[in-house]
């Protein structure tokens, strides 16, 4: 019997069914090994492995102190799980620097800080009465200090092995949903994602592990939503439901699907747009579940200062200047993802200067988003995986522009991680689409390699070189002054930088070198921002280590007006009156220690000092 038209070919009939309806009906069709998962999960899973390895030497850098060094919920292994499920990301942090919560909204994002302490559980957790003295003593040279770095270097390579993990998934959730009838788009926009240099942010900085697991469950509930939708098995929609929910206490990004959702369900399985929505119904009973839990942990305000302008980038601009700045910057993100150089870790107040209505950068990124929201209704009508990608990048994009509520931050490349998912569904589409125009097939495949092979050789340069600066502090923030010199932010972190190296200097010369430039740098983010606490502080410490008690005092003194209960300041005016003592200022010693006592009564070495200097008799001479 003569065979069928449509019958497939001997190599066709060994071809799972699967693969076969994702192979594209042109001409282009590359080896069919290219095409199964297995193959194209190695390679995004090496390539994340690769591009990151480089990252498990790395120490402390940037928040990593705020979430793991000084949070006494972490140290404690599982015991600490409960209070990290019942208070805000930095409670702990808040706790031992003596302040209220300084964020607007406050941050309940517990899954990764669960894991921080899982970590901790089999690294050593610490017992609570032990706790208190562990983060007093972890930055101090010595044992404490050398086993902290030890656990860093682990937790570094866990986030390297969870990012891994999640590109794979994200790959699966690109074939299964989005890509469904053509694996090697899936495999392209995987590919473009993973090499991305825009995540050093995120995978080098370990508290941005919540990042990771968001975007991990964001495309876990994708994925168990749509097998649901096929299979209606109920275990699959519990899936679904648990992985949303996972998602949210990652961090609220997930709120993003409640639009996503019913869209993909329009989109990719045919659905009418009422259907869609009804289906969407039990995921919005997980977000009731969550924003419920969310307003009895930590509400939805907060003590934030609203004048403090490192909280509040925009609290000294004008309602047009407001808004005006908001929509510029939004292009930032659009342009790094296109052309991710150069790279920093902070745009805080002044690295993004405000702007008015006046400024062309307002105008042309107005147009730009106005013309993806109109692309999007276009795509839309005609069911292109095109407007899922734009409004995968405008709804993450829209969650983090300061539009819709205060982020606590101008911008940060940390901010477009789930965006870029949709920036590369588009790019592998584009790509693929605009080599599948190429005369003759061959020439159009080797366009495609080569193609991909240059962008994964400049994204590996450019990813493993911003990663050394990423290894702490010190290689970070001097790194990046030079490209955010206005920042007001890491002109002070660089000025502490500079303090700290001079504990260890034993040449005076170099040392008070040392210090003077730090001199320079907080006179520079003072002058920015006259309220900001830590650089007054920091300058009080600068001039003590100078030998100069009178500008030390000065400067502690004006931080005690901006923050009388800061945790430090009983301890630096008693240091200050130390330094009088030694200089015979003795009216003077006793001066300081009075503060000092007046901001902690029970602050025994100010007692003692005082007491000294009481009884000596040299106040009479």
């Known amino acids: 019997m003569p065979k069928k038209k449509n019958t497939p070919g001997p190599k066709q009939k060994t071809q799972p069914q699967s693969e076969a309806a994702a192979m594209p009906a042109r001409d282009m069709r590359l080896p069919t090994w290219l095409y199964d998962f297995n193959i194209q999960a190695v390679v995004v899973a090496a390539l994340a492995f690769c591009f990151y390895a480089n990252t498990f030497s790395h120490e402390l850098a940037v928040d990593d102190t705020l979430v793991i060094m000084y949070n006494e919920n972490v140290y404690e292994g599982f015991a600490g799980i409960p209070a990290i499920l019942s208070s805000d990301a930095y409670d702990s942090y808040d706790k031992f620097m003596g302040v209220g919560n300084q964020l607007s909204g406050g941050r309940y994002r517990p899954l990764s800080i669960v894991n921080f302490a899982i970590e901790q559980q089999f690294l050593g957790a610490v017992p609570k009465t032990q706790v208190d003295s562990v983060m007093k003593n972890a930055n101090i040279e010595g044992r404490q200090k050398r086993r902290l770095m030890h656990d860093i270097h682990v937790r570094h390579v866990f986030n390297v092995l969870w990012y891994t993990l999640s590109v794979v998934v994200l790959l699966y959730f690109l074939r299964y949903v989005v890509f469904k009838n053509n694996h090697i788009m899936a495999f392209l926009a995987a590919i473009i994602f993973t090499i991305h240099p825009i995540h050093t942010e995120v995978v080098a900085n370990v508290k941005s592990r919540d990042e990771i697991l968001s975007l991990l469950f964001?495309?876990?509930?994708?994925?168990?939503?749509?097998?649901?939708?096929?299979?209606?098995?109920?275990?699959?929609?519990?899936?679904?439901?648990?992985?949303?929910?996972?998602?949210?206490?990652?961090?609220?990004?997930?709120?993003?699907?409640?639009?996503?959702?019913?869209?993909?369900?329009?989109?990719?399985?045919?659905d009418s747009f009422s259907k869609s929505l009804m289906a969407t119904l039990p995921y919005a009973g997980v977000t009731a579940l969550y924003l419920f839990i969310r307003s009895q942990v930590v509400g939805f305000s907060s003590d934030v200062n609203s004048a403090d302008i490192l909280n509040n980038p925009y609290a000294w601009a004008t309602g047009t200047e407001h808004t005006a700045t908001i929509i510029a910057t939004s292009l930032n993100y659009l342009r790094l993802l296109i052309f991710p150089h150069p790279l920093t870790s902070d745009y805080s107040y002044n690295t993004i200067p405000y702007k008015d209505l006046t400024n062309l950068l307002v105008w042309l990124s107005l147009a730009v988003h106005l013309a993806l929201f109109r692309l999007f209704f276009v795509y839309a009508k005609q069911r292109s995986v095109?407007?899922?990608?734009?409004?995968?990048?405008?709804?993450?994009?829209?969650?983090?522009?300061?539009?819709?509520?205060?982020?606590?931050?101008?911008?940060?490349?940390?901010?477009?991680?789930?965006?870029?998912?949709?920036?590369?569904?588009?790019?592998?589409?584009?790509?693929?689409?605009?080599?599948?125009?190429?005369?003759?097939?061959?020439?159009?495949?080797?366009?495609?390699?080569?193609?991909?092979?240059?962008?994964?050789?400049?994204?590996?340069?450019?990813?493993?070189?911003?990663?050394?600066?990423?290894?702490?502090?010190?290689?970070?923030?001097?790194?990046?002054?030079?490209?955010?010199?206005?920042?007001?932010?890491?002109?002070?972190?660089?000025?502490?930088?500079?303090?700290?190296?001079?504990?260890?200097?034993?040449?005076?010369?170099?040392?008070?070198?040392?210090?003077?430039?730090?001199?320079?740098?907080?006179?520079?983010?003072?002058?920015?921002?006259?309220?900001?606490?830590?650089?007054?502080?920091?300058?009080?410490?600068?001039?003590?280590?100078?030998?100069?008690?009178?500008?030390?005092?000065?400067?502690?003194?004006?931080?005690?007006?901006?923050?009388?209960?800061?945790?430090?300041?009983?301890?630096?005016?008693?240091?200050?009156?130390?330094?009088?003592?030694?200089?015979?200022?003795?009216?003077?010693?006793?001066?300081?220690?009075?503060?000092?006592?007046?901001?902690?009564?029970?602050?025994?070495?100010?007692?003692?000092?005082?007491?000294?200097?009481?009884?000596?008799?040299?106040?009479?001479?």
């Open 386 to 621: 095109l407007s899922f990608a734009i409004a995968f990048y405008l709804v993450n994009m829209l969650l983090v522009s300061n539009l819709l509520f205060n982020i606590g931050a101008t911008m940060s490349e940390r901010l477009i991680y789930h965006s870029s998912v949709g920036f590369a569904i588009a790019l592998g589409y584009l790509i693929y689409k605009g080599m599948e125009m190429i005369k003759p097939v061959g020439a159009a495949k080797a366009a495609l390699a080569n193609c991909m092979i240059l962008l994964i050789a400049l994204s590996g340069f450019k990813t493993i070189a911003r990663n050394k600066d990423w290894k702490n502090n010190y290689t970070l923030y001097p790194h990046d002054l030079t490209v955010s010199p206005n920042s007001v932010s890491l002109n002070a972190y660089v000025a502490a930088a500079f303090v700290d190296r001079s504990v260890a200097e034993k040449d005076t010369a170099v040392m008070n070198a040392d210090l003077r430039e730090a001199l320079r740098l907080f006179d520079k983010a003072i002058s920015n921002d006259s309220d900001y606490v830590t650089a007054w502080i920091n300058r009080g410490i600068t001039y003590y280590r100078l030998g100069e008690p009178d500008s030390s005092y000065y400067n502690l003194a004006r931080a005690k007006e901006l923050l009388s209960n800061h945790a430090q300041l009983p301890e630096l005016f008693y240091n200050n009156a130390v330094l009088y003592m030694s200089k015979q200022q003795y009216a003077k010693a006793a001066n300081s220690l009075q503060v000092s006592l007046k901001l902690n009564p029970n602050y025994t070495p100010s007692k003692n000092a005082l007491d000294q200097i009481m009884n000596s008799g040299v106040l009479r001479k």
């Open 218 to 270: 964001i495309c876990f509930t994708f994925i168990f939503a749509f097998k649901y939708r096929e299979q209606k098995k109920t275990g699959l929609l519990v899936a679904a439901l648990v992985s949303y929910f996972l998602a949210y206490l990652s961090k609220e990004y997930a709120i993003g699907l409640m639009l996503l959702l019913p869209l993909s369900f329009y989109i990719f399985n045919k």
